[in-house]
Every structure is written in C-alpha cells, then in structure tokens.
C-alpha cells in the first residue's frame, strides 16, 4: 500500500504562484513515476506533469513554462511549483504515484486562481 497526501492548494490571483507537495508513505514498495494531475469542474482528469525515478519529466503543454515538477526520492516527496498562474488553472489537483504495477492517488487538493 501506498498513501499519498497532498498540500499548498489555496486561492491566488491571477500571475502569481503557489507551490503544492505530495507526501507518500509505504513500508514496502519503491515508488516509480510520480505525477500532478487536474480536474476542473465538468471536464475529465487531465495530465500536469510526471517525473520518473530518475528524473526525467514530461509536462503538459498547457503548463511548460510555468510549472516544475521535482521529487525526493530519499523522503519520497513530490512538488510542483505553479508560477504565473491563470484562471484557467483552476481545479482540483492529484497526486499521482505508480508502485507495485499499480497507480496510486492522493485525496486532491483545491488550487483557484482568480482574474
């Protein structure tokens, strides 16, 4: 098992920043690719950005440019830092995690931006 537990939503202003973090807990598996993940009112859950073990990352392009993802994998944390923020990035944001060829999911936490 794997337990995901996410911080930093909040409300902002347009073009400002928030960071958000993922904290995972598991005594038995290693945690792979890691990833953010959105759900704006009345659209599907859509791709932000992941990151392997490695460090390889992959961002939508909705966000490149402004967001970036990292992760620790000694304290299996992940980040995301959100700058110049738009309305439009408003939604529920996951934490996303894959580990024992299965994906894991955070509870969500709320990101407004407001114009």
């Known amino acids: 098992q794997v337990q995901l537990v996410e911080s930093g939503g909040g409300l902002v202003q347009a073009g400002g920043s928030l960071r958000l973090s993922c904290a995972a807990s598991?005594?038995?598996?290693?945690?792979?690719?890691m990833g953010w993940y959105r759900q704006a009112p009345g659209k599907q859950r859509e791709l932000v950005a992941t990151?392997?073990?490695?460090?390889?990352?992959n961002y939508a392009d909705s966000v490149t440019g402004r967001f970036t993802i990292w992760r620790d994998n000694a304290k299996n944390t992940l980040s995301l830092q959100m700058n110049n923020l738009k309305p439009e990035d408003t939604a529920v944001y996951y934490c996303?995690?894959?580990?024992?060829?299965?994906?894991?999911w955070g509870q969500g936490t709320q990101v407004t931006v407001s114009s």
């Open positions: 990151i392997s073990r490695g460090g390889s990352t």
């Open positions: 996303n995690a894959y580990a024992g060829f299965r994906a894991y």
């Open positions: 598991t005594s038995k598996f290693t945690i792979n690719t």
